[in-house]
């Protein structure tokens, strides 16, 4: 077995409103940040896995964004796995 | 001008408990998700911004992180930023 680091990035679908980034657009601008066109709000989980595999790893991270981690009919997800170094279990 | 899209991800510092994190853990756990060790979640922030030169792109990404997006006290931010093709700015 071997440590993954997974980085799951969950975003609102285009489609959808996103008050949490249009309040955020509308203090940057009330802050001088006229550049700013845009602003949107998501979130990003990052895992630690013990997998055989990069391929076993991807797998699950990707099953726990369809079974948890995002809401498919808002949300759009993007999972980026890498190895990293062995490490004890945070506590 | 051109359009430049930064991706800001804000994540709580490592020695700062994360109860979201640590409520994903377990819901994962229970689902049977066995081979996760660790959940951390943070938030991420795109935007669209219209600047001169990637290095203003980031200046200015960098400066909506310090004075609005992230606590510096219990977070940590990175940032990246991709030139975009030139785009209408969304409602």
């Given at each position: 077995m071997h440590s993954y680091k997974a980085r799951i990035t969950v975003t609102l679908r285009p489609s959808i409103l996103d008050p949490q980034g249009k309040a955020a657009h509308r203090a940057l601008t009330n802050l001088?940040?006229?550049?700013?066109?845009e602003v949107r709000v998501g979130k990003v989980v990052e895992m630690v896995l013990h997998e055989p595999s990069l391929e076993a790893a991807r797998a699950a991270a990707e099953a726990a964004c369809q079974k948890?981690?995002?809401?498919?009919v808002m949300e759009d997800y993007a999972v980026t796995v890498r190895r990293v170094p062995e490490i004890a279990a945070a506590s």
């Open positions: 001088g940040f006229s550049t700013v066109q948890l981690l995002a809401n498919p």
